[in-house]
């Protein structure tokens, strides 16, 4: 897999591919320039995609209270005809990451490896070829939670706007929603559910994979009155290196931003190992569970919805409710479970089930 590193608001420049001629009867084993063509001898069509790794910036990351970046890192993986067949365009799936991940855990060297699935199920016929995009959402906190925040920044907007608008001005894509799919893992799932639910003028087809997050309504206090280990982090810096600590404070970035709240900008869910109602409640809102009466119409609009998720994930019991509720609403869905935990067979989800599902669910002609 070759990788090509570009600059923001600069053109892609692909390599031309030198293709080896077979040897013609009773002539020399290499083509020369003058030999005549010889019209039984076939191109070999390239087998491998190319994955770049550029900045594309975001209007709708920009002031935002953390500090981070506007110029988030993306993986773009072309397809291997894409250098070559310069007139055609291509279907766009947009997949996003889970909580302290990047997009440099699924493409290149030690990843899952997605840039590498994609050739395989592209070369045996299980797919057809399509653009990937991958934005890198990690902040300090792990993750962006791919919300709308003015503490953690407006992932929303970013992903269906921004980088929507990049891609297709920059790369020869299907500009239209019913040619863009939209899947993640774990957050990713989350990002998946949520941005879904909300922009189905951008994309025509969903896939979540173990999404975490959907049912945050109940928010309880610490058994024995013991305060919660965030409320007495006095900075960001304290809280490094703790997974589940870190996990409260990005959800708090995403769901509870507070602008007069330094150094965090963002409320707590407990104080003094309280519940704090009006701040559990922006947390339940920003639940998939919660949101889903006010999304019905919206999802209904897909030409298709997939969710899966291991029977032996934890976070089972949060997506059967969010799938018993769209039963409930008709929206047209199909459900999966399999044998596995949270991060078993992922790889394999998205060669056998995830690259297939868009490649037969997205319009791929002009």
């Not at 929303?156 to 990049?166: F, I, S």
């Not at 507070?258 to 309280?274: A, I, Q, R, S, V």
Request: hydrophobic residues 35%.
């Amino acid at each position: 897999m070759a990788l090509i590193r570009s600059h923001p608001g600069l053109a892609v420049a692909f390599s031309v591919v030198l293709l080896a001629l077979s040897a013609c009867g009773g002539g020399s084993a290499q083509a020369r320039d003058s030999d005549p063509p010889d019209a039984g001898v076939q191109p070999t069509p390239p087998t491998a995609g190319k994955w770049e790794r550029i900045k594309v910036h975001g209007t709708s990351l920009e002031g935002n209270l953390m500090g981070e970046t506007a110029d988030p890192d993306v993986s773009i993986y072309l397809p291997p005809s894409y250098p070559t067949d310069t007139d055609r365009r291509y279907p766009v799936v947009y997949v996003l990451h889970g909580y302290t991940g990047t997009d440099l855990s699924y493409f290149g060297p030690d990843s899952r490896g997605l840039d590498q699935i994609a050739d395989r199920v592209i070369g045996t016929g299980s797919a057809r070829e399509m653009i990937l995009v991958m934005p890198n959402c990690m902040n300090r906190y792990g993750g962006c939670m791919y919300s709308n925040s003015v503490t953690a920044g407006d992932w929303e907007g970013y992903v269906a706007d921004d980088l929507v608008g990049y891609v297709d001005q920059n790369y020869r894509t299907i500009a239209a929603r019913e040619s863009r799919g939209l899947a993640g893992h774990s957050m990713g799932g989350y990002g998946t559910i949520r941005i879904g639910m909300k922009r189905p003028d951008v994309f025509g087809a969903l896939y979540a994979l173990s999404s975490c997050c959907l049912n945050e309504g109940t928010i309880r206090p610490p058994s024995g009155g013991v305060t919660p280990l965030a409320e007495s982090v006095k900075s960001p810096e304290e809280a490094q290196g703790d997974r589940a600590l870190m996990g409260t404070l990005a959800r708090a970035a995403a769901w509870a931003p507070n602008p007069t709240n330094p150094p965090f900008f963002f409320d707590l869910p407990t104080k003094n190992g309280e519940v704090r109602p009006d701040i559990a409640e922006k947390w339940a809102a920003n639940s998939p569970v919660a949101m889903l009466d006010q999304y019905v119409g919206n999802l209904k609009k897909y030409k298709a919805i997939a969710l899966d998720i291991g029977l032996q994930d934890s976070l089972l019991a949060g997506n059967q409710v969010f799938v018993d509720g769209l039963t409930r609403f008709d929206v047209p869905h199909s459900f999966e479970t399999y044998e596995g935990d949270h991060t078993s067979g992922i790889p394999q989800r998205l060669e056998e089930k995830v690259l297939p599902f868009f490649s037969r669910q997205l319009v791929f002609g002009p």
